[in-house]
């Protein structure tokens, strides 16, 4: 069982490592994140002022506004998405991982070591 248990582990790395590598994997990777992303940025975030503000105030924080909508939120997005998708993809590899682990905890000792 030992022996079974660490077959399971090193697939359960090849497979982490494989979804995390490959170039197919990888592509697709980025072009769901990148879905994910142009979806996230396109919903339209803004401040209400609680307080009028006069003319060049406001104008102030519309440049901010823009720039860190523009310049600094997309890669910060980016980033958070990719490290979710990664980690769904690490989530599915360990339920598969359990799973098996599972079934072989589920299956009689005596029907393996006689087959």
Known sequence: MH???KELLHQYKVDVFRAEH???NVE???K????ICEDVLNHKYSYHFHKL?????A????????YTREAI????????????VLVEKRLEAMEHLIEEMLEVLSTDPL????G
């Open 3 to 5: 022996t079974k248990f």
């Open 22 to 24: 490959e170039k197919k």
């Open 28 to 30: 697709d990777i980025t």
């Open 32 to 35: 769901e994140c990148m879905d």
């Open 53 to 57: 503000p006069d003319a060049n105030r």
């Open 59 to 66: 104008e102030i924080i519309n440049m901010i506004n823009n």
């Open 73 to 84: 939120l997309p890669p910060v997005v980016e980033s958070i998405v990719h490290r979710q």
């Open 111 to 114: 029907t393996t070591a006689a």
